[in-house]
């Protein structure tokens, strides 16, 4: 009884001493995030950074480029930073238009994280990855964890070459390093910018304003996709998990749902009996191509418990109620 007191009290100790900094707090997953970890270890725990303040921000923001590395550092030593939140990225179909830029950027972020948190002793790190890790050689259903990786896109790419990083850096520094290979995430809080799988936030907006929708992919794209609460849900647990069971340190595979436009459009349909689809496929279509349709998240299962809760079907109800109520 005694010792489990005392262990107890521990880990309530060290958990109320975390000092959270999050790169990319301005994003789509960045801004819920912020906010759960603000509700979860109160506001003077937490440091949201970005390229650019947000408006309407409560709590701790400085303004930061995480490719500049004595301003990250500066601001981890000014506030004793404990775990870092690295979500700070270009994405897949931004990151095609400029390549070079991306590689850059979501390298240069990520070395800086990591080489902070080894210098000034940050002790866990979370680095987001994506099912963009995958190419058109891996298996398209139910695709595996251990699929030989080889991303068509430069962001893919730059999260294949982040995941060998994290691992490097787990087994050379024991580096508290975890990562998730994320979906396509669907929110009503934020908007997405620059993914493949954007289309399934857009195509909302269009219907709650009872606007015509043109999707960019195919009406048969099916792809691996997650709603927000479960997406950062998988995040906190992750880190939350006792760190002896965590046998992943590249990145783990995770799952919420799959559809393709075509049937996400069949379901917004039924609260919008007069809604309409046209498909315009771009370049967009040929990164789908290579992704997986469905992801097979058994390792996360496993090893620290996850379970999504949503379905497509209750994610477009939860969508259509949440923007409803901002309209
Ligand atoms: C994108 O489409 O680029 C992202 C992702 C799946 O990583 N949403």
Same mark, same amino acid.
């Given at each position: 009884?005694?010792?489990?007191?005392?262990?107890?009290?521990?880990?309530?100790?060290?958990?109320?001493?975390?000092?959270?900094?999050?790169?990319?707090?301005?994003?789509?997953?960045?801004?819920?995030?912020?906010?759960?970890?603000?509700?979860?270890?109160?506001?003077?725990?937490?440091?949201?950074?970005?390229?650019?303040?947000?408006?309407?921000?409560?709590?701790?923001?400085?303004?930061?480029?995480?490719?500049?590395?004595?301003?990250?550092?500066?601001?981890?030593?000014?506030?004793?930073?404990?775990?870092?939140?690295?979500?700070?990225?270009?994405?897949?179909?931004?990151?095609?238009?400029?390549?070079?830029?991306?590689?850059?950027?979501?390298?240069?972020?990520?070395?800086?994280?990591?080489?902070?948190?080894?210098?000034?002793?940050?002790?866990?790190?979370?680095?987001?990855?994506?099912?963009?890790?995958?190419?058109?050689?891996?298996?398209?259903?139910?695709?595996?964890?251990?699929?030989?990786?080889?991303?068509?896109?430069?962001?893919?790419?730059?999260?294949?070459?982040?995941?060998?990083?994290?691992?490097?850096?787990?087994?050379?520094?024991?580096?508290?390093?975890?990562?998730?290979?994320? $979906?396509?995430?669907?929110?009503?809080?934020?908007?997405?910018?620059?993914?493949?799988?954007?289309?399934?936030?857009?195509?909302?907006?269009?219907?709650?304003?009872?606007? $015509?929708?043109?999707?960019?992919?195919?009406?048969?794209?099916?792809?691996?996709?997650?709603?927000?609460?479960?997406?950062?849900?998988?995040?906190?647990?992750?880190?939350?998990?006792?760190?002896?069971?965590?046998?992943?340190?590249?990145?783990?595979?995770?799952?919420?749902?799959?559809?393709?436009?075509?049937?996400?459009?069949?379901?917004?349909?039924?609260?919008?009996?007069?809604?309409?689809?046209?498909?315009? $496929?771009?370049?967009?279509?040929?990164?789908?191509?290579?992704?997986?349709?469905?992801?097979?998240?058994?390792?996360?299962?496993?090893?620290?418990?996850?379970? $999504?809760?949503?379905?497509?079907?209750?994610?477009?109800?939860?969508?259509?109620?949440?923007?409803?109520?901002?309209?």
């Amino acid at each position: 009884m005694f010792l489990i007191y005392n262990f107890d009290c521990i880990q309530f100790f060290s958990f109320m001493q975390e000092k959270i900094l999050i790169t990319g707090a301005g994003g789509q997953l960045g801004s819920v995030l912020t906010l759960k970890l603000q509700e979860k270890f109160g506001f003077d725990r937490i440091i949201a950074t970005d390229l650019y303040p947000k408006i309407g921000h409560r709590g701790h923001f400085e303004i930061l480029d995480a490719t500049d590395y004595q301003k990250l550092e500066s601001i981890v030593i000014k506030h004793s930073i404990t775990q870092i939140y690295h979500l700070a990225a270009i994405l897949s179909a931004s990151g095609e238009k400029t390549p070079v830029k991306t590689w850059d950027l979501n390298m240069k972020t990520l070395i800086n994280v990591l080489e902070v948190s080894r210098i000034q002793g940050v002790h866990k790190v979370f680095f987001p990855s994506s099912i963009a890790v995958f190419g058109d050689n891996a298996s398209k259903d139910n695709t595996s964890q251990d699929q030989f990786l080889l991303p068509s896109t430069i962001y893919g790419i730059s999260k294949a070459t982040g995941e060998n990083w994290v691992n490097y850096y787990y087994i050379k520094y024991g580096l508290d390093v975890r990562s998730l290979r994320y $979906p396509g995430v669907i929110g009503h809080q934020s908007l997405p910018g620059g993914g493949t799988t954007d289309y399934a936030v857009d195509i909302f907006h269009k219907a709650i304003h009872n606007k $015509p929708f043109e999707c960019f992919l195919s009406a048969s794209a099916q792809l691996p996709m997650i709603y927000m609460e479960d997406a950062i849900r998988a995040t906190i647990e992750l880190m939350e998990a006792p760190k002896q069971n965590i046998t992943i340190r590249s990145s783990y595979n995770i799952a919420g749902m799959s559809f393709n436009p075509n049937q996400l459009f069949l379901m917004i349909r039924k609260t919008y009996p007069k809604f309409t689809i046209t498909y315009k $496929p771009d370049f967009r279509q040929q990164i789908a191509d290579t992704w997986p349709n469905s992801i097979d998240d058994s390792n996360a299962r496993r090893d620290w418990g996850w379970n $999504p809760k949503c379905d497509l079907e209750s994610m477009t109800s939860s969508m259509i109620k949440n923007l409803k109520l901002k309209q």
